[in-house]
C-alpha cells in the first residue's frame, strides 16, 4: 500500500509539471475564458484571492494565505478522515506482519492468498488502505489550479511579499527549504506512534520532502507559501487528533 502510495505522489508530480507547462499559461484568466478547467477552478480562485486580497487591503501574499486556510477547513473533514484510518492502520500492524509471515513465500498463489487475507482484515476493521492517497488527489488540482490562477493574473504574479515576487522563484530558496522541512514534520507526526517502521515508511517519510523542495525550487514562490501554510494548518490539525499517541509513543521512547 506504502508503494502504491509512493508511485502516486510520483505519477501526481509529474503530471503538475506536465499541465503548468502547458499553452495556456501564457493566457490571461478572466470571466469569459473558456472550458472546465478555466470556469470553474483557475478563474473562482483568481476571483477569490484578488476578492480577499482587496479586504485585507491589497496584500495578494496575505490573500493566499487566507484562501489556503479556507480551503483547508472545506477539506478538513477527509483530512480528519485520512488520520483517523492511518491510526486504524496502525492499530493494525501486529495482526498485517502476521498474516506476511504465514504466507511469506513469494510464489504468486501465495502473494495472492496474502493480499485477500489482508482485504478480509480492513473490511473487518472498517479500514481503507487507499484513504492515505484521497487527501494528495483533492490537492493537486487545487495546486495546479493555484499555479493558473497566480501566473495568469498578472496583478498577483507581479505582487511583492516579504521578500519575493509571488510569481517569481524564490531567490534565496527560504520557502522550499521550509516546505520540506514541515513536510518531513507533518509525516514524521502521522507515523508517530506506529512503532517499528518499514523501509517503505522509511522511504516515503524522506523522499516526499526532497520531493517537495525540488519542485519548490523549480515554481513560483506563491506555490511554496501555499504549501507551507497547508503544511503547518495539518501538523497542527494532526496533533490535534494523534497528541494522545503523539505523546505515549514519546513517553515509551523516554523509558529505560
Given at each position: 500500500m506504502v508503494k502504491r502510495r509512493i508511485w502516486l505522489t510520483i505519477w501526481l508530480a509529474a503530471l503538475l509539471t506536465f499541465i503548468s507547462g502547458c499553452t495556456q499559461i501564457n493566457e490571461p484568466i478572466t470571466p469569459e475564458s473558456k472550458g472546465f478547467w478555466n470556469e470553474y477552478i483557475v478563474y473562482p480562485l483568481s476571483w477569490l484571492i484578488k476578492y480577499v486580497a482587496n479586504v485585507l487591503g491589497g496584500s495578494y501574499?496575505?490573500?493566499?494565505?487566507?484562501?489556503?486556510?479556507f480551503i483547508r477547513l472545506l477539506i478538513l473533514p477527509l483530512m480528519i478522515q485520512q488520520t483517523k484510518n492511518a491510526k486504524a492502520m496502525q492499530a493494525l500492524q501486529p495482526e498485517i506482519q502476521k498474516l506476511r509471515e504465514k504466507y511469506s513465500s513469494k510464489d504468486m498463489q501465495t502473494q495472492q492468498k496474502l493480499q485477500q487475507e489482508m482485504m478480509l482484515l480492513f473490511q473487518k476493521h472498517g479500514v481503507n488502505p487507499m484513504a492515505g492517497c484521497f487527501p494528495i488527489l483533492i490537492q493537486m488540482p487545487i495546486l495546479i489550479g493555484f499555479y493558473h490562477a497566480i501566473m495568469r493574473t498578472r496583478e498577483i504574479a507581479e505582487h511583492n511579499f516579504l521578500w519575493f515576487d509571488l510569481g517569481e522563484k524564490d531567490p534565496y530558496?527560504?520557502?522550499?527549504?521550509?516546505?520540506?522541512?514541515?513536510?518531513?514534520?507533518?509525516?514524521?507526526?502521522?507515523?508517530?506512534?506506529?512503532?517499528?517502521?518499514?523501509?517503505?515508511?522509511?522511504?516515503?517519510?524522506?523522499m516526499m520532502p526532497i520531493m517537495i523542495v525540488i519542485f519548490a525550487i523549480n515554481f513560483p514562490a506563491a506555490l511554496s507559501l501555499y504549501w507551507v501554510v497547508g503544511n503547518i494548518f495539518s501538523i497542527a490539525q494532526t496533533y490535534f487528533i494523534k497528541g494522545p499517541t503523539i505523546d505515549s509513543a514519546r513517553s515509551g521512547g523516554t523509558k529505560k
Open positions: 501574499g496575505l490573500s493566499i494565505i487566507v484562501v489556503t486556510i530558496y527560504i520557502l522550499p527549504i521550509v516546505a520540506g522541512i514541515t513536510t518531513f514534520i507533518q509525516q514524521k507526526i502521522v507515523m508517530a506512534g506506529a512503532g517499528q517502521q518499514n523501509p517503505q515508511m522509511a522511504m516515503m517519510l524522506w
